[in-house]
């Protein structure tokens, strides 16, 4: 079942012809994701494997009723996508693109929320429901259908969880980047609500890092709502040097607020089971190993 997307996901690839989105489409379309249409400006009227490609995502969903889009269009644009495609009735949007300038993210995220719809990223590795559908560059080998839920804000240690949680039967209910950027859609915080409300996911594992204060927020309200589903955090940067950007937009620390210790003391003040390695993840977890 997983959550935001699944089997019955129908997704627009938006910037479909170019490099990345044309390799990115066809590994989504070999996992079996069903994307019914593209859109690229000046390219309408032709196919990339096998999909058809538009002008407009107005012209694509007269056709094809999608439900999902998929954004690769560069920086300067992509805020215009993801709004194209929320004024086009395409409730659940993930944007893969990075540094979109921060007043577009603003104006996109307020836009989402009143019209109900679900921004994954930007900066995202995307989002995976194992077995059922792919909206992302991940790759898919290291997933496995299961019942743990995992929410990160690194593409590379999802990777990297996900494979440890696989080799010991560990599958996933579903896999969800929030994005690196310093403004993005989903949170950690909607993030466990909705993985509270599915009955497949029977824990979470967070995966934080420097930056920000998304990691102290989630553990509050685990803390003050009594979160119900176990919950195991990563924070990384430990190591990290005060006022430099590691990596992320987002990663930057100013004094001690953002900082791994402060993340990892807030967790383990939630009752957070915090692993000290990527691949200590796995531990807490085990006994909802499959047979």
Not at 161 to 181: E, F, H
């Amino acid at each position: 079942m997983g959550i935001i997307i699944g089997k019955n996901t129908r997704a627009i690839v938006q910037g479909v012809t170019g490099t990345q989105g044309s390799f990115h489409t066809k590994l989504m379309l070999e996992y079996g994701t069903k994307i019914v249409a593209g859109t690229t400006p000046g390219k309408g009227g032709t196919q990339i494997h096998n999909v058809p490609i538009y002008e407009t995502v107005e012209e694509a969903q007269e056709k094809h009723s999608a439900n999902a889009s998929i954004i690769f269009v560069p920086a300067p644009f992509a805020a215009d996508a993801a709004l194209e495609a929320i004024e086009n009735r395409i409730k659940t949007i993930v944007i893969i693109t990075e540094h979109i300038p921060i007043k577009d993210a603003i104006n996109l995220m307020t836009y989402a929320r009143q019209n109900n719809a679900t921004v994954v990223g930007p900066n995202t590795p995307g989002i995976i429901t194992p077995g059922e559908c792919k909206l992302g560059i991940m790759p898919a080998h290291v997933f496995k259908r299961g019942n743990i839920g995992i929410v990160s804000r690194s593409g590379t240690l999802t990777y990297e969880i996900a494979a440890a949680l696989t080799r010991k039967q560990l599958g996933q209910s579903t896999c969800l980047g929030l994005g690196g950027d310093p403004i993005t859609g989903l949170n950690f915080i909607d993030a466990l609500k909705i993985f509270e409300k599915d009955p497949e996911t029977k824990a979470v594992v967070l995966i934080g890092e420097i930056g920000g204060n998304l990691e102290e927020l989630a553990a509050k309200y685990i803390e003050d709502e009594k979160y119900p589903k176990p919950v195991v955090a990563f924070v990384a940067g430990r190591s990290a040097p005060p006022g430099k950007r590691m990596g992320h937009a987002g990663a930057i620390v100013m004094g001690k607020a953002g900082t791994a210790e402060n993340k990892i003391e807030a967790f383990k003040n939630a009752g957070v089971k915090v692993a000290e390695r990527p691949s200590d993840v796995v531990i807490p977890l085990l006994k909802f190993a499959e047979a």
